[in-house]
């Protein structure tokens, strides 16, 4: 399969704070280079270092424990196959997770196809928008938000919501980076975010849970 | 997404606020509570207080998702059907490596 796009090109610059968030982890940078020279139990460690990471980003993308795991198997078998691509000017956790980004944008475009535009998919209808309630500050959520009830609200948003959320707050890529993943403007994707951010906080206020979406009920959290 | 340089702060209404809320975000860094120029508005619109305080921490919990848990493991089959599909391939063009343990 041919990947285009954004997962092996490597910014001229490493972007600065990506190393903050994705530390050099204990023993990856020698896995790395092994695996450049054909290591097999090199390639061994770099999936036990990095499956975790990498399968919780296609399942947050994805909502779907079966597709997810189909995506993680593709990731990895890309990433074996281009390792030898991958200077060091990022973060090996950040060049993985663009080359896995990128992975499942493009079999999300596939199924698009057949199933739903791109355009339908980034902007949810009217009925999953989030309603523009300001008020009712005894239903607040007092400062505070519990990962676990965060984790199964965003399981539930809307694809396109669930996509923009998860590219910024969680993987921390920015809106310019997030609209060119997804083929969109900058703008669209703030709205996105913004949308997104306001869709949790309704499903936080209150929360449903018999009302799990179509392939969801896998997802643990 | 509208210009908001040449926006009254101390005097927008809470219509005006909720427009350009996602250009505070994406220009305060994240954080619109600390943003001194929205401080007199948001006192004086308590409910915007609670919008944005609860967006924020919506924002600052997603972070500590980037960590997964230790339950969030793929089966193991994903490992084996990569093996699997390594093997194959390395009977083919790529000549790839087989690696057996994780």
Known sequence: MDVQGLQMTQPAHPTPGVFKRNPPIAGEAEAIEAAKNGDAEAFSKLYALHKRRVYTLCLRMLGNVSEAEDMTQEAFLHLFRKIGSFRGESAFSTWLHRLTVNLVLMHLRKKGLNLVSLEETINPSEEDAPKRDFGSRDLALTGSVDRVALERAVASLPPGYRMVFVLHDVEGFENNEIATMLECSTGNSKSQLHKARLKLRELLRHPEPAAQPNGLKEVTV | ?102
């Open chain 2, 1 to 102: 997404m509208t210009e908001f340089q040449s926006l009254d702060f101390d005097k927008m209404t809470a219509a005006d606020f909720e427009q350009y809320l996602p250009e505070f975000f994406s220009n305060g860094d994240g954080h619109v509570s600390t943003d001194p120029r929205l401080q007199t508005f948001l006192k004086n619109n308590p409910d915007c207080a609670a919008l944005v305080r609860d967006l924020e921490a919506i924002a600052d919990q997603a972070r500590s998702l980037f960590e997964p848990t230790e339950d969030q493991d793929p089966s193991e089959a994903v490992w084996s059907n990569i093996q699997n599909k390594l093997k194959q391939s390395s009977a083919g063009e790529d000549d790839l490596p087989v690696p057996q343990t994780i």
